[in-house]
Structures are given as C-alpha cells and as structure tokens.
C-alpha cells in the first residue's frame, strides 16, 4: 500500500485573527497547495485513489484543493482519526479498512503528522512537515509502527518561490 501524508496548506498568523481551528488556508496557500499537487502528479506519480481528512476547517481546505486537481480519480473522506491528538494506531487502523485502496492519502496537520511519520519509518525522534508539504510511503503489508519506506518528500512551493521550480 502506498501511504501519502500531507499537512494542511499554510494558514494566516497573526494578532486579530479567529481561533486557529476557525481559520481557512489562505490564498497563497491554496496556490501553492495546486502547485505542489500538479507537480507530484506529473514528476512522482502523485495519484492516490482515496484520500482521508481530518475533519479540521484547514486540513479539510487543502484535501478539497488536492481532490479538484486531481479530479474524480479520487474520493474525499473526513474522519476523527486524523485529528492532531490522534494516535498512529488509530490512523492504522482506518488504514486496514482502505487496504484494497492501494494508495491512500492522509491530510491532518502536527502532532500527529510528525507522530505518524516517525512511527511508520520506526524512527525514536519526531519528523516534521512544514505546512503544505507531502510526503510518500511504500508499506510491503499493511501500514504500522516501522512498516513504511520513506520514497519521496516534497516541501511547499512557496520555499522555491521565484525559483524555476515548479515550472
């Protein structure tokens, strides 16, 4: 099973604004969330067939923009075990339920990103995403604590802004 995990899109910060659970991705990073999704499409083979969403404001935002890139190829789900204080083994288990999927994607934002990352490659140490980042994973049985190859990572675009990267 393949196994792609992405952190929301960037989000506003600052003094004035709603709770952090209130706020929408913004512009930006609905921009660069488009990019990222195009250019993993075209240059990874970004394509999974089902992708699940914390049901968060944010993180739901960002699976909308991946799902309208890449069209009806892939159903939107939300589920509670993707929220940040989830734990991987619950993550797993919803994972067993898309086995026959074969290539999942899972947005939600820190700390369970990290904690599942970590977990899935058997890492000691947190690994953390920046915002609109997507990482991919090959699992040979299905998803658990050390079962995950780490095969590619890609940042957010906006670290390459105004480089030639993504074209």
Known sequence: ???????????????GLPRVEERHITPQG???????????????GFNPKAIVSSPLLRAMETAE???????????????????????????YARLRKLNRVGSVLLVSTQPL???LIADLIGGKSKVGL????????????????????LV??????????????PP
């Open 113 to 115: 990103i990290d904690n």
């Open 152 to 165: 590619w990572l890609l940042p957010p675009s906006e670290l390459f802004d105004g480089k030639a990267w």
């Open 30 to 44: 609905r921009r660069w969330a488009t990019a990222l999704v195009n250019v993993a499409r075209r240059e990874l």
């Open 1 to 15: 099973m393949i196994v792609y995990v992405m952190r929301h899109a960037r989000i506003p910060f600052g003094e």
């Open 130 to 149: 920046y915002q609109g980042s997507v990482a991919c994973f090959q699992c040979k049985s299905l998803p658990g604590p050390g079962k995950g190859e």
């Open 65 to 91: 923009v991946v799902t309208k890139v890449l069209g009806e190829e892939s159903t939107l789900t939300s589920d509670d075990c993707l929220l940040p204080e989830s734990e991987p083994k619950v993550v």
